[in-house]
Structures are given as C-alpha cells and as structure tokens.
C-alpha cells in the first residue's frame, strides 16, 4: 500500500483527479492459490463499483485508469473483462504463477481495456527464476532492461535509508518485481527524461541496433503514464507490439538512449588495402551532466556496416 500511494501522489500532482486505492490486503494472503482464487472476486467487485458510479453519477467506464501490480494487474483485467469499455489498463509485472500458459480470459489481455500497457520488470519462465510473466498481455508491453533492470544489488541499502521498513523488506526478496512500481512513478517526466521504447524482436537485436523508431516514429512508445501517446499505425490495432529500452541502476532510472550509425565503404576485393587491417573509431557525446564514451573497432573485411552506441 505505501507504494501506491505514492503513485496516488504523483497522479494529483500531475492534474486534479479523482484516484481510488484499492486495500485488498485481507484477500491477498498466503497460501498464493487463495489470492489467485480471491483476485477474481475482487475484479468483479471493482466492475460492480464502476457501474454503480456511471449509473448514480454518469461516470463513463471509458474515463477510468486501473493501474495493479502483480496479481493486481490480473485484478484489473477481470475488472475490464465485465466493463467491456474501461478506458485504460496499466500492468505492473503482472504476476506469472498460476498465469503462464492460460486462456486470455484467466488472465490481463489487450480485450480488457481500450488501451492495456504493461511494464514487464521480472519476467520469466518459472517461479524460480522470478515472479512475473515473459508473455506479453497488453497493446504495448514494455521490456526495460530486456526484463533484467539493472541495480538491485544497490537498492536495498538506498530502500532502507529512504523508504518505509515494509518497502525495504519488500525489495530485499523482491527488487525487481518491484522496480515496476519505480519505472511507472518516475515516468510522470520530472526532469524532463521519458522511458522511450523501441519495437523490437529481441533484446539482443536491440543491443546490436538492429532496431529504431522508423521514418515517423511509429516503432516507438514512452513506457508509464504517457503510454497513450502512442499512435498506432491508421487503420490498425496491434496486440503484440513488445518495446525494448536502457534505464539506468538508480532512481530516477531513465536515461537518453542514442542510435549511432556508421557507414563504411565496401572495397571490393581486388583493391590493394596498403596493410591496413582494421579502423579505431572512439565516439564522444558531450552532454551538460557528463561526457559518454564509446570505442569501436572495424577489422576491414567485417560484414557489419553499422554500430549502436546506446546510454
């Protein structure tokens, strides 16, 4: 609950809103089954809350944001499941056990809004190797860090100076689960830095700049509260648009991310090369914090014809 309260925090500071916190903690126990089987109800108690305010006071469905975290983003997804028009879901790191490998409808999927983005921070195949999802679930689905955000092993000291006992407890078993909390709140862009995404096949494909925004842009996506921005290509709605983007060890994580590409002429094969077997490339781009530094080296013959330096 302090995490979302600080996320009601950030929401009115951003504009003059009405935001409701849900305290389910009295269905959100252990054994973990018990709160998967809880989470339904739940959903549906939220939906039923909804239509009462549209019936008594004309609040459109299309109006609401729901914003749930682990099995809390299923919670959300039930909700807009019996709403059939919810304006917006945000799913954070929905939670994997017992939700891998499941019908849409058991599950936070793209139906059950009119935007669903998701922030995936501890994806993974087993509980065992984490305690989110690697499927995606939403219109837009966000990797940051390729699911791996770095700086966990620095958090836990930083949680206990400036966080509650709970928030700190919370991140020592479960950082990066947790991180998308993090990633949504800095996201309202207070210092002037957005969490870009990039459409991507892989992580690997993104690391080796395989991948870029596109001639308008339309390969990219902020991740967070901007998500809406999006705009997606006319006459098309995709639901499997996965988002790579860097972000940084330390709040408030984002980071500028730069795309450098070098083009080299081919000689062809015949030409005498005057013993020069390879070329020493250092880039430096000068910003008003820091000074970044890459260093490439093309041996003459590579097939590759460009390099991402990436920050």
Known sequence: MPTFKRIK????????ENVLVVDWTANNRLPYSVTVANSRVVGAQIAHFINYLYKTMGTSPESFHLIGHSVGAHVAGYAGER?????????????????RNVPEIVRLDPSDAVFVDVIHSNPSPTL?????????????????????????????????????????????????????????????????????????????????????????????????????TYTFPTGKHYTDRRLYLKVGPERPFCVHQYQVILHFHAFPSHHHTYGIESIDVDIVVLGELEKLKANLLVEYGNSISFKTFLR
């Open 128 to 228: 065992l190797q984490g305690y989110g999802t690697t499927e995606d679930m939403g219109d837009l689905d966000f990797f940051p860090g390729g699911g791996y955000p770095p700086g966990c092993d620095q958090t836990l000291v930083r949680s206990i100076v400036e966080d509650t006992p709970t928030e700190a407890l919370a991140n020592l078993v479960a950082c990066r689960h947790l991180r998308s909390y993090e990633f949504f709140i800095y996201s309202f862009n207070r210092d002037g830095c957005l969490f870009v995404g990039t459409e991507c096949s892989s992580w690997k494909d993104f690391l080796h700049g395989h991948c870029n925004c596109g001639h308008n842009g339309e390969k990219c996506a902020i991740m967070g509260i901007f998500a809406p």
């Open 9 to 16: 925090d950030v929401l009115l500071e951003r504009a003059d």
């Open 83 to 99: 709403l059939h028009k919810l304006g917006r879901i945000t799913g954070l790191d929905p939670a994997g056990p017992l939700f």
